[in-house]
T-cell receptor, first 110, second 115 residues
Framework: QKEVEQNSGPLSVPEGAIASLNCTYS??????FFWYRQYSGKSPELIMF????GDKEDGRFTAQLNKASQYVSLLIRDSQPSDSATYLC??????????FGTGTRLTVIP | NAGVMQNPRHLVRRRGQEARLRCSPM?????VYWYRQLPEEGLKFMVY????????ESGMPKERFSAEFPKEGPSILRIQQVVRGDSAAYFC?????????????FGPGTRLTVT
């Protein structure tokens, strides 16, 4: 059983729309949650992290965490073509490392 | 802005040769993690090290792979007798403290190609 599940996409949204990326995880003891953006051929770049239930906003990005449902999401408002990338959800279950989903490929159409 | 540094960025090895990948953590970070990313797959944890100590190597293949983080110098991931299946992107990440409290920041990666 995979620890972290994401829809692989591709997810296409028009420029200016809201992109919604979802992630579920299996370990109820997971403590911290991260969203990374990875452009093709590049390394993952940390864009958001969240530790507590609820919403956390940073600019155009909002992370949402629901531990009861074992669900974490990322909303990107006013999507731009430069947001086109693969978004990786990562979860720390209290271990020494992160468990990553396989990523959702987002395309923002101008 | 001294981020995580990795070298080489690209490495080509013939089957049976050794590959040595280096990682210098971000300034002020003492925790290093190595991950492997196969084409079209997610990042998989390999090993977690602090200076002079391997803390968790549960993701490391039992044979041919080893890692170290000496008191002086970068962390090194060593792959002996490489095979074609070792071709992948290898990423190093570092954190200020243990992951559950602190974020990990990734280096640019080393893309290993085994011919």
């Amino acid at each position: 059983q995979k620890e972290v599940e994401q829809n692989s996409g591709p997810l296409s949204v028009p420029e200016g729309a809201i992109a919604s990326l979802n992630c579920t995880y299996s370990d109820r003891g997971s403590q911290s949650f991260f969203w990374y953006r990875q452009y093709s051929g590049k390394s993952p770049e940390l864009i958001m992290f969240i530790y507590s239930n609820g919403d956390k906003e940073d600019g155009r990005f909002t992370a949402q965490l629901n531990k009861a449902s074992q669900y974490v999401s990322l909303l990107i408002r006013d999507s731009q073509p430069s947001d086109s990338a693969t978004y990786l959800c990562a979860v720390n279950p209290g271990a020494n490392n992160l468990f990553f989903g396989t990523g959702t490929r987002l395309t923002v159409i101008p | 802005n001294a981020g995580v540094m990795q070298n080489p960025r690209h490495l080509v090895r013939r089957r049976g040769q050794e590959a040595r990948l280096r990682c210098s953590p971000m300034k002020g970070h003492s925790h290093v993690y190595w991950y492997r990313q196969l084409p079209e797959e997610g990042l998989k944890f390999m090993v977690y090290l602090q200076k002079e100590n391997i803390i968790d190597e549960s993701g490391m293949p039992k044979e041919r792979f080893s890692a170290e983080f000496p008191k002086e110098g970068p962390s090194i991931l060593r792959i002996q007798q490489v095979v074609r299946g070792d071709s992948a992107a290898y990423f190093c990440a570092s954190s200020e403290q243990r992951t559950s409290e602190y974020e990990q920041y990734f280096g640019p990666g080393t893309r290993l190609t085994v011919t």
